[in-house]
Each structure stands twice: as C-alpha cells, then as structure tokens.
C-alpha cells in the first residue's frame, strides 16, 4: 500500500512539472513585455535629456535596437529552449510585443494624467490600438524568421 502511494506521488509530482514547463511561455511573455515597455520609457527619457537633436535620435535608435534585440532572444529562447513550432513561437513573441506596447498606453494616459492633457480620448485609444499595431507586424516577422530557422535546420 505504502509503494502504491508512493507511486502516486510520483505521478502527480510529475504532472505538476509538467504543467509548470508548458506554462512556463506566459513567465517569458510577461518578462519581455515589461522589458520592453521599460526599455522605450528609458531610453525616451534619457533622449528627451538630450540637447540636440541628433542625440535624440540616437537615443530613439539605441532603444529600437535593443527592443530588436531582446525580440531576436525572445524567438531564439522559444524556438530553440522551448522548441515550439513557428506559430507557437511567434504568437508568443508578438503578444510580448503586445504586452509591451499596452504597458506604454499605460504610462501616456498616466503621464497624462499629470500633465494634464487635453486628448483623454485619444490616450484611451491607445490602450487598445497600440497593442494591435504593434501585434499583427510582430507575430509576421516572428513567424516569417522561425519559418525560415526551421526550414534551415532541416536542411542541414
């Protein structure tokens, strides 16, 4: 009896690993849409500090760069760590990316809020109309780079 419940054990503690790993995508997802987010609203500060517009522009380029980056480790983490097939892959890299730019709707309207702006409605759109344009060409370029990453290594 005592091996039975041992056994038993086992079993669900197997499960409930098991569940972990497959959920484990939503953890990334929300890391990456934070990281994103904080990436624009710093970098944006550090440029709105900038004298000429040239740093500016510099500073607006950095964060781009580095919002392509951490999408670029984003695909590479879900296709190679968790080898998840292109629209898996892709999906979940585009929400981050939606996730990212809802937690910028998020800081205008409040910043909005203290600077007292006069397109309230407009900053309410944004809650909604920043995540889909910024989803939609995500999940396209995710899925076109882990189409071709799998069509690749199965050629080699």
């Known amino acids: 009896m005592d ?5 038993n054990k086992k079993d669900d503690l197997h499960t409930h690993v098991e569940r972990l790993g497959k959920r484990k995508w939503i953890r990334v997802v929300l890391i990456m849409g934070i990281i994103y987010c904080f990436d624009v609203i710093i970098f944006g500060k550090i440029a709105g500090w900038s004298k000429s517009p040239i740093m500016v522009t510099i500073w607006r380029l950095a964060s781009w760069l ?10 590479w983490y879900e296709h190679y760590r968790l080898s998840n097939p292109p629209r898996k892959t892709a999906l979940h890299t585009s929400l981050a990316a939606a996730l990212g730019a809802f937690g910028l709707a998020v800081a205008a309207n409040l910043h909005g809020q203290f600077v007292s702006s006069a397109n309230q409605l407009l900053l309410l759109l944004s809650l909604v109309i ?4 910024t989803v939609v060409p995500a999940f396209i370029v995710a899925f076109a780079i882990t189409f071709f990453l799998q069509y690749f290594r199965k050629r080699v």
């Open 3 to 7: 091996s039975l419940n041992s056994i």
């Open 66 to 75: 580095t919002s392509a980056l951490f999408f670029t480790i984003h695909i």
């Open 130 to 133: 920043w995540p889909l344009l």
